[in-house]
């Protein structure tokens, strides 16, 4: 069980849990992705912790086939888990893609902020910035709703998959 759970799951939110280090030795290990927004690194050696990075993984790029494309080109809703799903969305499918599906979903406030960088604004955000409050907006979006919607994934293999799912009558 986590020590410290922070309420919207961002970064100013999860450094606000932590007090004034009480000492010098006071240190924390910091697991991460390879691009991060330095958030919690300034403001946690600001209140005079020692951070001790360790980078685990990394988002790559994967290159998609025609028909992906044209799964997501033909989907009603997108849903964005991060800002990077983002960006590498805007990269694999373009702007015009993208922009022209027509509900996008976020799992909260800084993927939402990244999103309106882009000049998207979100239709929907999750109430709770995990992947539960994600699709619980997700589901109150579509409930009363008959739409085409697509998923897409990253496999173990870094391949990409994508699925249609057709509700319309």
Known sequence: IADMVPKTFNGAELEALFPIAG?????????????VKDTIEVALSEKGYQLVNIVTYEN?????????????????????????????????????IVKNIKYKISIGPVTSATLRENEIEPDCEAQVSDVDGMVKAVLDMVKNAKWNWAIFWWEPEGRIKARNFYQRD
């Open 23 to 35: 000492s010098t030795n006071s240190k924390v290990i910091w697991i991460k992705k390879k691009k």
């Open 60 to 96: 790559n790029i994967e290159k998609v086939d025609n028909s992906t494309i044209e799964k997501i080109s033909n989907a009603d809703l997108i849903a964005f888990s991060s800002s990077s799903t983002v960006a590498n969305a805007l990269k694999i499918f373009g702007d015009k």
